[in-house]
């Protein structure tokens, strides 16, 4: 897919005259502040709250959070969903009784705000209490539920929320943020000890499965295996967890071939919410595409003031021709020569990529810091739509190329795997790879567990296919260990092992 010149030109100046507006310190009258917040939160004007009816596994972690005085943070991609899970918050609010004008939503990424620059989010609050509360900020006696969402666009949005923050009344903040770097860095020293990060990512397969109309029941299904998988490591019962997964598994073969299609359909688009139901491929591409374009140069350029944003595109599409690759710096000497790019510019790349969740890395699997910083990291694309859309390989018909098809499905099992560690041990958990004459893509490693998860997509699985991921599990006393096949179901209990089909592993996720 090629940009022209004339789009990069307009995005750029875009983007560039955006942060003159700011710098140039224009004010705001209130009255102009009021109006925005009044289109931002409609509730105040007796109009419903219309958000959609599904809600993903994130909202009954987030909604008992309310209650608690720590700033919520969602960090996520763009367009993933956390504008309409905080609207989902505050309609949960609605319906429970809080009066509308004590819930303030806000995108601070509106384009009227610019002018206010780094006193945006002061004058927003002092604009809401002064006009639509009618209080000062210590005279709030029920509770104020403020939403603040794209907080990173704001230049030290942290320390003005630590100031209202530290005054000890009864108001809870929730943020939102697109780019790591916007709010780790922001609240790193200012909010230490104030804030809780959540992520919120693209839906994993068995989200998107509920939004493609599947039971609350399967859901719960689903929870319900991943909590016995869970267990089966602490306990180390792996028959009672094996009964688990057959019984799991074989109702899903009953349920006929749908969720087959649907993997299949996940494998090339991935999770973006607004295009689970999209048929239309090329749309589904254009949409990725230009949501590519629009974090490149809203934020990674306004983040890290990124002067020559073709180079990142360029990168960009070299991971994704790359995705799963290990990246040493013989490797980034290679694309600094084949890209014209700067090797120390490549470094810093790359983590931006990171940064707005384009990209994951996992280091080596190894007893010392050093050895690890030693050995290349692999690099994989996390959403397996980005990757296929600047791999060229966004279609129906690459499902039938067997190389390509195991590479999306590499990228799936990566980022399932990441999802699983989070679950495990949301603090501790790292995922890792394994290399030593063999490897294995996937070790996910807390505390002094380590659980190896090997993808093999194929038609036959032998146990040579395997034998890498046995002498792991034999090597570090693993409880047990997973691999991942096209559609073997087995449990091999004297090597401590479970052949797991694809989609029951992401459903399990």
Same mark, same amino acid.
Request: proline share 3%.
């Given at each position: 897919?090629?940009?022209?010149?004339?789009?990069?030109?307009?995005?750029?100046?875009?983007?560039?005259?955006?942060?003159?507006?700011?710098?140039?310190?224009?004010?705001?009258?209130?009255?102009?502040?009021?109006?925005?917040?009044?289109?931002?939160?409609?509730?105040?004007?007796?109009?419903?709250?219309?958000?959609?009816?599904?809600?993903?596994?994130?909202?009954?972690?987030?909604?008992?959070?309310?209650?608690?005085?720590?700033?919520?943070?969602?960090?996520?991609?763009?367009?993933?969903?956390? #504008?309409?899970?905080?609207?989902?918050?505050?309609?949960?609010?609605?319906?429970?009784?809080?009066?509308?004008?004590?819930?303030?939503?806000?995108?601070?990424?509106?384009?009227?705000?610019?002018?206010?620059?780094?006193?945006?989010?002061?004058?927003?609050?002092?604009?809401?209490?002064?006009?639509?509360?009618?209080?000062?900020?210590?005279?709030?006696?029920?509770?104020?539920?403020?939403?603040?969402?794209?907080?990173?666009?704001?230049?030290?949005?942290?320390?003005?929320?630590? #100031?209202?923050?530290?005054?000890?009344?009864?108001?809870?903040?929730?943020?939102?943020?697109?780019?790591?770097?916007?709010?780790?860095?922001?609240?790193?020293?200012?909010?230490?000890?104030?804030?809780?990060?959540?992520?919120?990512?693209?839906?994993?397969?068995?989200?998107?499965?509920?939004?493609?109309?599947?039971?609350?029941?399967?859901?719960?299904?689903?929870?319900?295996?991943?909590?016995?998988?869970?267990?089966?490591?602490?306990?180390?019962?792996?028959?009672?967890?094996?009964?688990?997964?057959?019984?799991?598994?074989?109702?899903?073969?009953?349920?006929? #071939?749908?969720?087959?299609?649907?993997?299949?359909?996940?494998?090339?688009?991935?999770?973006?919410?607004?295009?689970?139901?999209?048929?239309?491929?090329?749309?589904?591409?254009?949409?990725?595409?230009?949501?590519?374009?629009?974090?490149?140069?809203?934020?990674?350029?306004?983040?890290?003031?990124?002067?020559?944003?073709?180079?990142?595109?360029?990168?960009?599409?070299?991971?994704?021709?790359?995705?799963?690759?290990?990246?040493?710096?013989?490797?980034?000497?290679?694309?600094?020569?084949?890209?014209?790019?700067?090797?120390?510019?490549?470094?810093?790349?790359?983590?931006?990529?990171?940064?707005?969740?384009?990209?994951?890395?996992?280091?080596?699997?190894?007893?010392?810091?050093?050895k690890q910083l030693r050995n290349p990291k692999k690099i994989y694309i996390t959403n397996v739509g980005i990757r296929n859309v600047f791999n060229s390989t966004f279609s129906a018909?690459?499902?039938?190329?067997?190389?390509?098809?195991?590479?999306?499905?590499?990228?799936?099992?990566?980022?399932?795997?990441?999802?699983?560690?989070?679950?495990?041990?949301?603090?501790?958990?790292?995922?890792?790879?394994?290399?030593?004459?063999?490897?294995?893509?996937?070790?996910?490693?807390?505390?002094?567990?380590?659980?190896?998860?090997?993808?093999?997509?194929?038609?036959?699985?032998?146990?040579?296919?395997?034998?890498?991921?046995?002498?792991?599990?034999?090597?570090?006393?693993?409880?047990?260990?997973?691999?991942?096949?096209?559609?073997?179901?087995?449990?091999?209990?004297?090597?401590?092992?479970?052949?797991?089909?694809?989609?029951?592993?992401?459903?399990?996720?």
């Amino acid at each position: 897919m090629v940009i022209t010149t004339q789009r990069h030109t307009f995005l750029y100046v875009y983007a560039h005259t955006k942060i003159a507006a700011i710098a140039a310190g224009n004010r705001m009258e209130d009255s102009e502040i009021i109006k925005v917040l009044n289109s931002h939160n409609p509730w105040w004007n007796g109009k419903l709250l219309k958000v959609p009816q599904k809600a993903r596994r994130d909202f009954y972690i987030l909604e008992p959070a309310l209650e608690e005085k720590l700033i919520t943070a969602l960090l996520g991609p763009r367009r993933v969903g956390k #504008s309409v899970l905080m609207a989902q918050l505050a309609k949960g609010l609605l319906d429970r009784g809080v009066e509308p004008k004590r819930i303030l939503f806000v995108r601070l990424d509106e384009p009227l705000f610019d002018p206010l620059g780094a006193s945006l989010v002061h004058s927003v609050i002092d604009a809401y209490l002064k006009y639509i509360l009618e209080k000062e900020y210590s005279d709030i006696d029920e509770r104020v539920y403020i939403f603040l969402d794209e907080v990173q666009h704001v230049p030290k949005w942290s320390e003005t929320l630590k #100031s209202y923050y530290d005054r000890e009344e009864n108001v809870k903040f929730v943020v939102s943020g697109s780019s790591a770097a916007g709010i780790t860095r922001g609240s790193a020293e200012s909010l230490a000890g104030r804030i809780k990060q959540h992520y919120v990512m693209t839906l994993k397969f068995s989200d998107f499965l509920k939004f493609r109309g599947f039971s609350d029941d399967f859901d719960r299904e689903c929870r319900d295996l991943r909590s016995r998988f869970r267990l089966a490591l602490i306990d180390g019962n792996l028959p009672r967890f094996w009964l688990v997964l057959r019984r799991f598994a074989a109702r899903q073969a009953r349920s006929g #071939s749908k969720s087959d299609a649907f993997l299949m359909d996940y494998l090339v688009k991935g999770g973006y919410i607004e295009l689970v139901s999209e048929t239309d491929y090329q749309k589904c591409a254009k949409y990725i595409f230009d949501l590519v374009q629009l974090v490149i140069y809203r934020d990674i350029i306004k983040v890290f003031d990124i002067r020559n944003p073709k180079n990142m595109e360029d990168f960009l599409l070299y991971l994704a021709r790359h995705s799963s690759d290990k990246m040493s710096d013989n490797s980034l000497r290679k694309i600094s020569s084949e890209l014209k790019i700067e090797i120390n510019t490549l470094r810093q790349y790359l983590d931006y990529l990171e940064q707005v969740f384009f990209v994951s890395s996992s280091m080596i699997f190894a007893p010392s810091r050093a050895k690890q910083l030693r050995n290349p990291k692999k690099i994989y694309i996390t959403n397996v739509g980005i990757r296929n859309v600047f791999n060229s390989t966004f279609s129906a018909l690459s499902r039938l190329d067997p190389l390509d098809l195991g590479k999306m499905v590499e990228t799936v099992v990566h980022d399932h795997s990441l999802r699983l560690a989070f679950y495990l041990d949301q603090a501790n958990a790292r995922c890792y790879y394994w290399s030593n004459g063999g490897e294995i893509d996937n070790v996910i490693s807390f505390g002094k567990t380590n659980l190896p998860i090997e993808s093999k997509y194929q038609n036959e699985i032998k146990t040579s296919d395997y034998a890498e991921c046995l002498k792991f599990i034999h090597e570090n006393k693993c409880p047990f260990g997973v691999v991942v096949t096209k559609k073997k179901l087995a449990f091999d209990e004297k090597n401590r092992l479970f052949l797991i089909p694809l989609k029951i592993f992401l459903m399990m996720c």
